[in-house]
């Protein structure tokens, strides 16, 4: 039986780009990438950390006061204090900095100053501790009574047994239990305990979203919480793939991708347009890391998950409901691709194996199609294995997990237009999305 739509391939070995939540994962991240926003990594207690985080920071910043004080000011004295030959100067006068009264007039209206200040009610911090694990992510607040929307990665250690606190911007904090988590589009929903009077984020148009637009990023990267970052957006329906679920289907969306300074830690968190309305949770980075056990951070490639396709998702989650998404009921890999274990170099490859041929150069980029399930709706439309897909109503795909990544953008039931091309020739066919619910 078919899963839920998926390359039939190894993700790292074809995607065009991955990146991975938090953490490193169990297997440690691929060589080349750094660890993503969020990850519930192994840490100290989270008073102990609290405490040493705070107090390390007090220690540095006090520190880079003294210096650049002593620095900028007692450098700016002496240069002032001689002639341009270098020689003191006769008249033994010093020049000293002055220090001006400056007004702190309202922020401009679409500024990143009047975002900020509108959105980080809205924005929580939330601390999970598993078994043997403990991780810090962020949230969006959604209701007044302390819904909250995050990444499935951030909360997904305490799923099995753990303890979440949520801390708010005011500084109060509360425990919080999971409503639902959806791994296939990295989101959950979490119910703060015992809140009121909390100011919900507002919610814009994703779909509305320009290249070049700017936005801004709020959480808390390496727990410092409440930071603020803007940019701007670089790319839309970027195929983003961060891995599986325990049935082998993977986690791809199709994201924004902004220069916004995203960092471990800002998981779960809002990226927001100049009217301060939430159109992103942050979920990921790609990093200049080597894998090498530390944890990276931005290089401007950070991509978040758009609002629009997962709204309904969400609004299973709240009620409790098992999440449904859109699918076309077959397997795909990128044209060409081949699953097999690639070996050494050379022309003997292992001994006593004779050497395979190279995987045949694609001529058409998309998704092929690999296994076409019994009673599937793409099936049934026509669609045969072999057949590549280009297109999918006005957007273009290029991989396999630009197909997965835009029939998730979808609902069950919706009327799509599929273009594919079979022996050379493109052709077109008009079909309903299968929904990925389980009958009872």
């Not at 993503?36 to 040493?52: F, T």
């Not at 880079?64 to 700016?76: F, H, K, Q």
């Not at 594919?420 to 077109?428: A, I, N, Y």
């Amino acid at each position: 039986m078919i899963e839920n739509d998926r390359p039939s391939h190894d993700p790292q070995d074809t995607a065009p780009l991955h990146a991975y939540p938090a953490g490193p994962p169990p297997s440690g991240p691929p060589a080349g990438w750094g660890t993503a926003p969020g990850s519930p990594s192994p840490q100290p207690a989270a008073s102990d950390r609290a405490r040493g985080r705070k107090g390390f920071a007090a220690a540095v910043l006090a520190g880079a006061l003294v210096v650049g004080g002593g620095a900028g000011v007692g450098g700016a004295a002496l240069w002032s204090a001689y002639d341009d030959d270098g020689t003191a100067g006769g008249s033994g006068a010093v020049a000293a900095s002055p220090v001006v009264s400056t007004s702190d007039d309202p922020a401009p209206e679409g500024s990143v100053e009047q975002v900020a200040a509108a959105v980080l009610p809205s924005v929580v911090q939330i601390e999970v501790r598993g078994t043997q694990e403990a991780g810090s992510g962020s949230g969006i607040v959604l209701s007044s009574d302390g819904l909250v929307l995050t990444n499935n990665h951030v909360i997904e250690l305490a799923a099995d047994g753990g303890e979440i606190a949520v801390a708010f911007s005011d500084g109060s904090r509360a425990s919080a239990e999971i409503l639902g988590r959806d791994p296939l589009t990295d989101t959950a929903v979490i119910q703060a305990q015992d809140v009121e009077d909390l100011t919900p984020a507002t919610i814009g148009d994703s779909g509305a979203l320009d290249v070049g637009e700017q936005v801004v990023a709020i959480g808390s990267p390496f727990g410092l919480e409440s930071t603020v970052t803007s940019g701007i957006v670089s790319a839309l329906d970027r195929p983003v793939n961060v891995g599986t679920d325990d049935e082998q289907n993977s986690t791809t969306y199709p994201a924004i991708q902004t220069d916004a300074a995203i960092n471990p830690g800002n998981s779960g968190g809002p990226l927001v347009n100049m009217a301060g309305q939430v159109i992103g949770i942050n979920s990921s980075i790609r990093t200049s890391s080597t894998g090498l056990g530390g944890e990276g951070g931005s290089i401007g490639l950070g991509f978040a998950i758009p609002m629009a396709p997962v709204l309904p998702i969400v609004d299973q989650m709240k009620m409790g409901e098992e999440p449904t998404h859109a699918r076309l009921g077959i397997s795909v890999s990128d044209p060409g691709a081949r699953g097999s274990v690639q070996l050494p170099e050379g022309p003997g490859g292992f001994p006593g194996q004779e050497p395979e041929e190279e995987a045949p150069t694609a001529d058409v980029m998309g998704a092929q199609v690999q296994e076409v399930g019994e009673g599937s709706t793409a099936g049934e439309a026509g669609i045969e294995v072999g057949d590549v897909i280009t297109g999918v109503d006005d957007r273009t795909i290029t991989s396999a997990d630009s197909l997965v990544a835009t029939i998730r953008s979808y609902r069950p039931g919706d009327e799509v237009t599929v273009t594919f091309v079979r022996d050379g020739e493109e052709q077109t066919v008009d079909l309903e999305l299968d929904s990925d619910a389980t009958d009872d």
